[in-house]
């Protein structure tokens, strides 16, 4: 399907939000993705997969897209594209790593990087959807200036618990020491394992497979641990 670009905005020194507008789009969960097709002249085309920023709203599409050097797509996406651009889309993609606004289960959101993408659309969905389910948040990012979608951190949801783990630079007055995400995080910033959440977690391979584990050394149970890995192809 074909998207138009009707505004781009700049999150981070290194990643842009693209709004889209999707003819014919049906709609999608929290946490799915699509494929972005690029074809050049000659007829070469490579293909990447980003997850949807927005929550679900009629055709209109967010992805937010982390500039990969020497990439083939993320450049174009970033430094190329403008507003009245089209995209070649399919999607959307994914029924594993979604959350269901219908769901009252507690929710625990464990990021590192771009991806906190996905989960910020769990948490715009949450609130679209007047849901009740309680949600926390623990994102690690490098230092303050790499944090995607500021400007809503900086709008607090008062029901929505989130903890920063900043691993090089933390900002002024934060009261934990910079350091990678550990035991700690999880475990005084997370649910308990009997409260039995649904656990999310996004981002880098070691990110990722090191969160998990704390999650089931904690005590969770595995298969309520959902994840989904990003980097470069």
């Known amino acids: 399907m074909i998207a138009n670009v ?3 905005r700049v999150e981070t020194p290194s990643a842009h939000t693209l709004v889209l507008d999707v003819d014919g789009w049906p709609g999608h969960l929290a946490g799915q993705h699509v494929d972005v097709r690029l074809t050049a002249e000659d007829g070469y085309s490579a ?3 980003y997850s ?3 929550a ?3 055709g209109r599409v967010e992805l937010t897209v982390q500039t990969v050097p020497d990439g083939e797509v993320s450049p174009y996406l970033a430094d190329v594209v403008e507003p009245g ?3 070649e889309l399919r999607g959307p993609i994914g029924g ?3 959350w269901n606004p219908d769901s009252t289960r507690p929710v ?3 990021g590192g990087g771009s991806g906190i993408v996905p989960l910020r659309a769990m948490l715009r969905a949450r609130h679209d959807a007047g849901s009740r389910a309680l949600f926390r948040l623990v994102y690690s990012v490098r230092e303050p ?3 995607y979608f500021a400007d809503e951190f900086a709008r607090p949801d008062p029901v929505v618990d989130v903890h920063f783990v900043h691993t090089r630079r933390a900002p002024v007055g934060s009261r934990r020491p910079v350091g990678r995400l550990g035991i700690a995080d999880l475990n005084t910033h997370g649910w308990p394992p009997d409260f039995e959440p649904d656990c999310f977690v996004c981002g880098p391979t070691g990110f990722v497979e090191t969160a998990a584990n704390i999650l089931v050394a904690l005590g969770h149970e595995p298969r309520r641990i959902r994840t989904e890995r990003f980097g470069p192809t």
């Open 56 to 58: 679900r709203n009629g």
């Open 85 to 87: 651009d089209q995209l």
């Open 96 to 98: 594993w790593f979604v």
């Open 52 to 54: 949807i920023a927005s």
């Open 108 to 110: 625990l959101l464990v």
């Open 6 to 8: 009707v505004d781009k």
């Open 47 to 49: 293909q990447r997969s």
């Open 145 to 147: 200036m790499e944090t």
